[in-house]
């Protein structure tokens, strides 16, 4: 069964301080994996997207790695911000079918506190 | 900012009322998608399309119908609400499927039927 695990299930730091959230998948054939930013109450906002050949992508303060033998993937954020404070959902997609269904991951629900 | 737009944002209406959740999009997107959100939970797709006049169902069960028309509006009807049918919905779209295409989500409509 294709699933997405993600952990922590919430997380709360300080600003400034660095975080790593986790996604697991078990989807298969993979075909690329994203992170999205989702604030209350709103749309998922894409952070990264990588494919089976990329282990690092960044976009300012978020890093993505991804490791397609082991099945992971982590989400670094650096010198966080309080309007870090957001759902955090890891999504993979796979190439067995004509619509890429898109798998998604319950989210990290991280907390910034001043 | 993706252009993807939806209506209302909320939604309180009573049992048994027809309503119908609106999205539309200026980006010229054959793909449209509609999710089901519920707090803490994954997305879950209940309806795509294609293009003008294709409509498929998802993965989770849903009461709700779609419609399209035109390329750049995919509204979602329920005939008679329901307080099993309260919950965030999210509509997205993309410029192809096969997985490899961003989709992009609008703010959603948060729905409580009472």
């Known amino acids: 069964k294709n699933q997405v695990e993600q952990s922590p299930q919430s997380l709360i730091i300080l600003e400034g301080k660095n975080c790593t959230l986790q996604?697991?998948?078990?989807?298969?054939?993979?075909?690329?994996l994203r992170w999205y930013k989702q604030d209350t109450g709103r749309g998922p906002v894409s952070l990264t997207i990588?494919?089976?050949?990329?282990n690092t992508k960044s976009n300012g303060r978020y890093t993505a790695t991804l490791d397609a033998d082991t099945k992971q993937s982590s989400l670094h954020i650096t010198a966080s911000q309080l309007s870090d404070s957001a759902s955090y959902i890891c999504?993979?997609?796979?190439?067995?079918?004509?619509?890429?269904?898109?798998?998604f991951g319950r989210g990290t629900q991280l907390t910034v506190w001043p | 900012e993706a252009d993807i737009y939806q209506t209302p944002r909320y939604l309180v209406i009573g049992t048994g009322k027809k309503i119908t959740l609106e999205c539309s999009q200026t980006?010229?997107?054959?793909?449209m998608y509609w999710y089901q959100q519920d707090p803490g939970m994954e997305l879950h797709l209940i309806h795509y399309?294609?293009?003008?006049?294709?409509?498929e169902k998802g993965d989770l069960s849903s009461e709700s119908t779609v419609s399209r028309i035109r390329t750049e509006h995919f509204p979602l009807t329920l005939e008679s609400a329901r307080p099993s049918h309260t919950s965030q919905y999210l509509c997205?779209?993309?410029?192809?499927?096969?997985?490899?295409?961003?989709?992009?989500f609008g703010p959603g409509t948060r729905l409580t039927v009472t």
């Open positions: 990588m494919t089976f050949s990329e």
């Open positions: 980006m010229g997107h054959d793909k």
């Open positions: 997205a779209s993309s410029a192809g499927g096969g997985g490899k295409y961003e989709q992009y």
């Open positions: 399309s294609y293009g003008v006049n294709s409509t």
């Open positions: 996604c697991n998948y078990t989807v298969s054939p993979f075909s690329n």
């Open positions: 999504v993979v997609s796979d190439r067995g079918s004509t619509l890429g269904r898109l798998y």
